[in-house]
């Protein structure tokens, strides 16, 4: 699913008129939907928040509306690594986020291995088999990551970071949007304490691809919520 970055100002009339500019952080649309997802800074709670405007009705969509537009439950099954997966959509009930919450399950016992969940509406969304792969290879990574030095970590996620931000770029899409609240969620699975070095690994990152540090982070911000 490809996504464009929309700025406040590219939003339609209507739209605009409903939200606050000040509060706003940033919006995009797909090649086949014909709905905005927008994300707004709710200033008393400090918190991100999703919403979805559907330029047909020309109102936001309430909870049930949204999810009614998603195939909830259903099965998927891997075969070749023994394990099949119950998918389900599911509103974040601070942020208002659609979320794909993945359950992984022996083939053999049925016994749950692992669960996880990705925003539906993320420009570095990735297929569930294939996200659903990397984890099986990784389950026994926090157990690794845990062994090595501050260093060797912050080397380990501006590698990873700097690769996943190429290939955003490679598709047409601002690098930025590899930025947002999955990225740090499965950053925090493998590194519970990741705010503790993040903004090294923003700073590395930074002089990596020749960019100002305070820039960059500030784009992290904006798209995590995270405060350095």
Known sequence: MIYRHLEFEELSSSLRARLDEGNF?????????????VWMMDGENGIRIELEWDP??????????RLAMFRSPYQVDLQEAAVYAKICHLLDPNEGSLKEEVSVFSLDDGVEIFKFCQ???SPVRIDVKDLI???LEDVGFPRLYATWSSERKIEYWVSSLYRLRRAT???GIHEDETF???ILERMRQVDPHINRILRDVINELARMERLDSTELARAFEI???VKF
């Open 180 to 182: 947002g609240i999955g």
């Open 169 to 171: 770029g490679e598709r």
């Open 133 to 135: 792969k990397r984890k």
């Open 25 to 37: 952080l940033h919006a995009c649309e797909s090649a086949n939907m014909q709905n905005t997802i």
């Open 56 to 65: 047909n009705k020309n109102d936001f969509l309430e909870s049930p509306e």
């Open 223 to 225: 798209r995590t919520g």
């Open 119 to 121: 925003d539906v509406y």
